[in-house]
């Protein structure tokens, strides 16, 4: 239940929800663009990259870890920022490793490495999203949606961009520093934040919070056809994303190229429309925004196939859905954000939130992992009319669902 009087949201507050998501997806950015692009310039294959690609799947995750996140309180430390300076320590602890191997010899450490770190985020990921949800008001879901979607993008520009630059030049050692002195930097933040007592809920059983995965989905607006939804609301583009960096790659992209394409000027792109989203959210209703972006994304799929005939003798055709693609989820991700916050309930804010983002992120990843191998048995084309196909299926659930959506 949300409180009579909603907490004033605070500078400090601000800052850390803002610095907590650019960090994660400055994580994120490292591991699914940066990593990518400089394993697969030492020599790796697509079957090597779509393992690491699949331990990208730990984020599912979140819905196990939460009632942990819940449960668990150090008070006179803080309920979430406990969480995000364990987090971050690991963080560290496994970028730190990354300076001491050779990841061709030594592979199986690398995973291992990669495991820690995917976990490591997963943890970090969980208590941001539940400090923002206990934070917002119904009224600032929207605004700190985009907000969020903005720094995260950000994000993508330091922990991509940035590291791939770095790497152009510098070799790994240094573009694995920028990381690491990032993690530095946030840790000394976390230390230094109060956190309010006033986000302390009453404490529940164990019992009570994995209770709660079953009657989420029994709720109004909350079931069968919502989970369906969100299980296949990220497969087309995770089915895209994960090849963006050998697709590119094998059309002649350098690594800054692609760090360019992918951590600059996409996230500048998404900065720009996002707000647009809270705009449209304003004047219309959730179904109407969400339904005509879902639409628009049908075509933006179609446009991949046509534009890999074209990148063949230009490739810098390809770029162009690409970019179209990230103004399409720059709308689409805050809407989906302020929805999922909408459904979950404030005396299980972290719980609620994570659950149904594990279910959208378990769609993404495994799309992600499969279509790199049918990238390998066939062509980037294949997992070009994949993606096209889901796309249309989503767009007619979600068209056939509205009225058990949004009573």
Same mark, same amino acid.
């Given at each position: 239940m949300e409180s009579k009087i909603p907490y004033q949201l605070r500078y400090q507050d601000w800052a850390l929800l803002l610095t907590s998501t650019f960090f994660k997806f400055s994580i994120v950015a490292f591991y699914?663009?940066?990593? $990518?692009?400089?394993?697969?310039?030492?020599?790796?294959?697509?079957?090597?990259?779509?393992?690491?690609? %699949?331990?990208?799947?730990?984020? &599912? /995750?979140?819905?196990?870890?939460?009632?942990?996140?819940?449960?668990?309180?150090?008070?006179?430390?803080?309920?979430? !920022?406990?969480?995000?300076?364990?987090?971050?320590?690991?963080?560290?602890?496994?970028? @730190?490793?990354?300076?001491? &191997?050779?990841?061709?010899?030594? #592979?199986?450490?690398?995973?291992l490495i990669c495991l820690l770190l995917n976990f490591s985020s997963l943890i970090f990921g969980c208590a941001t999203l539940g400090l923002m949800c206990a934070f917002s008001s119904k009224k600032q879901y929207g605004i700190g949606s985009a907000v969020q979607v903005i720094a995260g993008r950000l994000?993508?520009?330091?922990?991509?961009?940035?590291?791939?630059?770095?790497?152009?030049?510098?070799?790994?050692?240094?573009?694995? *520093?920028?990381?690491?002195?990032?993690?530095?930097?946030?840790?000394?933040?976390?230390? %230094?934040?109060?956190?309010?007592?006033?986000?302390?809920?009453?404490?529940?059983?164990?019992?009570?919070? #994995?209770? !709660?995965?079953?009657?989420f989905w029994r709720q109004q607006n909350n079931g069968y056809q919502w989970f369906l939804i969100l299980f296949l609301i990220f497969i087309p583009s995770g089915a895209l994303v994960s090849t963006f960096v050998p697709s590119l790659s094998s059309l002649g992209w350098k690594s800054n190229e692609i760090g360019v394409l992918l951590s600059v000027v996409e996230p500048i792109l998404t900065v720009f429309f996002a707000p647009l989203s809270v705009l449209l959210l304003r004047r219309y209703s959730y179904f109407n925004v969400i339904f005509y972006i879902l639409l628009s994304q049908v075509l933006?799929? /179609?446009?991949?196939?046509? *534009?890999?005939?074209?990148?063949?003798?230009?490739?810098?055709?390809?770029?162009?859905?690409?970019?179209?693609?990230?103004? @399409?989820?720059?709308?689409?991700?805050?809407?989906?954000?302020?929805?999922?916050?909408?459904?979950?309930?404030?005396?299980?804010?972290?719980?609620? @939130?994570? %659950?149904?983002? *594990?279910?959208?992120?378990?769609?993404?990843?495994?799309? /992600?992992? $499969? @279509?790199? !191998?049918?990238?390998?048995?066939?062509?980037?084309?294949?997992?070009?009319? $994949?993606?096209?196909?889901i796309s249309l299926i989503i767009l007619i659930l979600f068209f056939y669902s509205r009225k058990n959506l949004f009573k």
């Open positions: 699914m663009i940066a990593l $990518f692009a400089m394993l697969k310039d030492i020599g790796f294959d697509l079957t090597q990259l779509s393992w690491i690609y %699949l331990l990208g799947i730990f984020e &599912i /995750g979140k819905f196990i870890i939460s009632p942990v996140i819940e449960y668990f309180r150090f008070e006179k430390f803080g309920k979430f !920022r406990t969480w995000l300076f364990i987090s971050n320590f690991f963080v560290i602890f496994s970028i @730190s490793l990354l300076y001491f &191997i050779d990841p061709i010899q030594q #592979y199986t450490l690398l995973l994000g993508k520009i330091i922990g991509g961009a940035l590291v791939l630059f770095i790497y152009q030049y510098y070799g790994w050692n240094a573009a694995v *520093s920028v990381m690491f002195i990032s993690s530095l930097l946030l840790a000394i933040q976390i230390l %230094l934040y109060a956190e309010p007592k006033s986000l302390i809920q009453e404490k529940v059983t164990f019992g009570q919070l #994995y209770k !709660r995965f079953v009657l933006i799929f /179609g446009l991949f196939s046509i *534009s890999s005939h074209f990148s063949k003798e230009n490739y810098l055709f390809i770029a162009f859905p690409i970019l179209l693609l990230s103004i @399409s989820y720059a709308l689409l991700v805050p809407c989906l954000l302020t929805l999922v916050l909408d459904k979950s309930d404030k005396n299980y804010p972290t719980l609620d @939130s994570s %659950l149904q983002f *594990s279910i959208a992120l378990l769609g993404g990843y495994l799309s /992600g992992f $499969f @279509s790199l !191998r049918l990238a390998n048995i066939f062509n980037f084309e294949v997992v070009y009319y $994949f993606s096209n196909t």
